[in-house]
């Protein structure tokens, strides 16, 4: 199994930017295809990107395509989730997630999709 570690979320105020990162222990990273979360309160997880095993491919949700950046150091085992021009509506607890399982959309894009999560972190967009 691989146990995921979230940082760098925090306050910031809209149009800002941040980058969150995940740090991967345990069974080889490159063995799993990864996923950020989010969770705003009341609101159902739902996938903000995924990425393949390589970084070859990625998904966006329509809310973050064109101003996100998901990548991947698979030496370094390590996820990054950049977002620019951030907004009121990015406020949610963010969530690294990994599975083994080499599925496309939308199946990428599921929750229960997902072996292994992180413990989350705070992003707080300010108006």
């Known amino acids: 199994q691989v146990q995921l570690v979230e940082s760098g979320g925090g306050l910031v105020q809209a149009g800002g930017s941040l980058r969150l990162s995940c740090a991967a222990s345990g069974r080889t990273f490159s063995d799993y295809v990864m996923g950020w979360f989010r969770q705003a309160p009341g609101k159902e997880r739902e996938c903000v990107s995924a990425i393949s095993w390589e970084g070859t491919t990625t998904y966006y949700t329509d809310s973050v395509e064109g101003r996100s950046t998901c990548s991947r150091d698979n030496a370094n085992n390590m996820l990054y989730l950049q977002i620019h021009n951030l907004k009121p509506e990015d406020t949610a607890v963010y969530y690294c997630?990994?599975?083994?399982?080499?599925?496309?959309?939308?199946?990428?894009?599921?929750?229960?999709?997902?072996?292994?999560w992180g413990q989350g972190t705070q992003v707080t967009v300010s108006s």
């Open positions: 997630a990994a599975t083994s399982q080499n599925y496309g959309l939308p199946r990428v894009t599921w929750a229960s999709t997902y072996d292994f």
